[in-house]
């Protein structure tokens, strides 16, 4: 069975430090990948999705950015921490096609101070 | 507008009552309709996918469709306090990504 990996389920960080955020995917082959941010009362925003190594694609212009270096293997990513980073973000696998659901990974909890 | 609208909720129900909950969306291509179940500080979980219109049952869920009215709905029978979560919407057309609903949150109480 398939199954994601997201880590660390928190973290704490000051402004101006970077991000390394890792999510790998066990039991399938070519997911596409997702990261989304999500806030409080507001629901799940997409930042950005991959369908194969080397292929991102960015929705929101912001601070962030993704890498895909292997197949299951998705990094979120930061030079700079803005305190507007601060959020719930989650990893997610689909199959090739746009409309098939998502499974999610559990998270990880980032707080800017 | 948003594409897809939910009540943030609180919704709060007794334990045993049926849970009922909705989102209406704009977007007459949506074709593929999804809820899932996020417990708090976990990730979510799919519950439901369904094509199209009708219902679909999984023991104590139902999904339903109404395309014409362009509304979705989940209703969860004999509530448990485990079921106290919060469940989002989504849905997609044949070629578009997923739209997600801004969540409701249910408390069911003992």
């Known amino acids: 069975s398939q199954t994601i990996h997201q880590w660390p389920a928190t973290l704490v960080q000051p402004v101006g430090s970077p991000l390394s955020l890792e999510c790998t995917v066990e039991g399938t082959s070519n997911p596409n990948l997702y990261w989304y941010r999500q806030a409080a009362g507001r629901g799940l925003q997409l930042l950005f999705y991959s369908v194969g190594i080397g292929q991102i694609s960015s929705e929101v212009p912001q601070n962030l950015s993704a890498s895909r270096p292997q197949d299951r293997q998705f990094i979120l990513s930061s030079k700079k921490l803005l305190l507007s980073d601060s959020g719930f973000y989650l990893c997610?696998?689909?199959?090739?096609?746009?409309?098939?659901?998502?499974?999610f990974g559990n998270g990880t909890r980032l707080t800017v101070t | 507008q948003k594409e897809v609208e939910q009540d943030p909720g609180p919704l709060s129900v007794p334990e045993g009552a049926i849970v009922s909950l909705n989102c209406t969306y704009s977007?007459?291509?949506?074709?593929?309709f999804m809820w899932y179940r996020q417990y708090s500080r976990k990730g979510p979980e799919l519950l439901m996918y369904?094509?199209?219109?009708g219902n679909k049952e999984d023991g104590r869920f139902t999904a339903q469709v109404d395309k014409s009215s362009k509304y979705i709905s989940l209703f969860i029978r004999d509530s448990q306090p485990s079921d106290s979560a919060t469940y989002l919407c989504a849905m997609a057309s044949s070629w578009g990504k997923l739209q997600f609903g801004a969540g409701t949150q249910v408390v069911v109480t003992p």
């Open positions: 369904t094509y199209s219109s």
């Open positions: 977007n007459s291509a949506f074709q593929y």
């Open positions: 997610a696998w689909s199959t090739g096609q746009d409309n098939s659901p998502l499974h």
